[in-house]
């Protein structure tokens, strides 16, 4: 399995036989918007990303609920914000016998029953920049509670983006990571490659 990063919640996801596009962002973002005509599955986390080049055949999940399709099983949990704006979500998949987890736009602390439906988790991909999101003080709060395996950080200040983040840097002192280390252009995983003691910390660079 591949996962690419495509900057904010965006993300690629390719299994041998699915290829599963996350929150595609728009153009208004200042950010290259992913092709996703062919893709078969686009998952949606809030209301913000536009699905208007899919193909009829794409299956689009937007929403709280499970789902299963394609040997991929997904189950979307909703956020409820205090202030009020529209509810976004966020998901748990199972690819391969992987189990990833999105957190979307997330502000806040997880509720126990948001992370009962997180529980085990293989690979987060959790936003870390603040300004609307999880900073890095919080994303490190969530991943203690989690505990997953690999943690993938999204939605923090990258070339091009317009909506106002952090840089990856306080993430990265409030995880103990290397400054100098090099970011990936994708992760690629099995189910048997995945760390079985330290957690790892993959940082991507957006393609």
Same mark, same amino acid.
């Given at each position: 399995?591949?996962?690419?990063?495509?900057?904010?919640?965006?993300? +690629? =996801?390719?299994?041998?036989?699915?290829?599963?596009?996350?929150?595609?962002?728009?153009?208004?973002?200042?950010?290259?918007?992913?092709?996703?005509?062919?893709?078969?599955?686009?998952?949606?986390?809030?209301?913000?990303?536009?699905? $208007?080049?899919?193909?009829?055949?794409?299956?689009? =999940?937007?929403?709280?609920? $499970? !789902? $299963?399709? /394609?040997? =991929?099983?997904? +189950?979307?949990?909703?956020?409820?914000?205090?202030?009020?704006?529209?509810?976004?979500?966020? !998901?748990?998949?199972?690819?391969?016998?992987?189990?990833?987890?999105?957190?979307? +736009?997330? #502000?806040?602390?997880?509720?126990?029953?948001?992370?009962?439906?997180? $529980?085990?988790?293989?690979?987060?991909?959790?936003?870390?920049?603040? #300004?609307?999101?999880?900073?890095?003080?919080?994303? *490190?709060?969530?991943?203690?509670? =989690?505990?997953?395996?690999?943690?993938?950080?999204?939605? !923090?200040?990258? *070339?091009?983006?317009?909506?106002?983040?952090?840089?990856?840097?306080?993430?990265? /002192?409030?995880?103990?990571? #290397?400054?100098?280390? /090099?970011?990936?252009?994708?992760?690629?995983?099995?189910?048997?490659?995945?760390?079985?003691?330290?957690?790892?910390?993959?940082?991507?660079?957006?393609?």
């Amino acid at each position: 399995m591949f996962i690419t990063w495509l900057g904010q919640s965006c993300f +690629k =996801i390719q299994s041998r036989e699915v290829q599963v596009i996350i929150d595609p962002v728009s153009k208004a973002s200042g950010l290259r918007r992913p092709r996703v005509a062919n893709i078969d599955m686009v998952i949606v986390s809030s209301p913000e990303f536009g699905l $208007e080049d899919s193909k009829t055949e794409t299956l689009v =999940i937007d929403g709280p609920g $499970e !789902y $299963e399709a /394609k040997q =991929i099983f997904v +189950k979307g949990i909703p956020i409820e914000h205090e202030n009020g704006s529209p509810t976004d979500t966020i !998901y748990w998949l199972e690819i391969e016998g992987i189990t990833i987890g999105h957190l979307g +736009k997330l #502000n806040s602390a997880l509720t126990d029953k948001q992370l009962e439906s997180l $529980e085990g988790l293989d690979i987060l991909l959790v936003p870390v920049g603040g #300004n609307g999101v999880l900073d890095a003080k919080q994303a *490190s709060e969530a991943i203690s509670q =989690i505990e997953p395996r690999i943690v993938i950080p999204m939605h !923090y200040k990258i *070339s091009g983006l317009k909506e106002k983040r952090d840089s990856i840097d306080s993430f990265k /002192k409030a995880m103990g990571v #290397n400054g100098t280390e /090099k970011a990936e252009s994708r992760l690629t995983i099995k189910k048997k490659d995945l760390p079985q003691d330290d957690m790892q910390i993959t940082i991507l660079e957006p393609q």
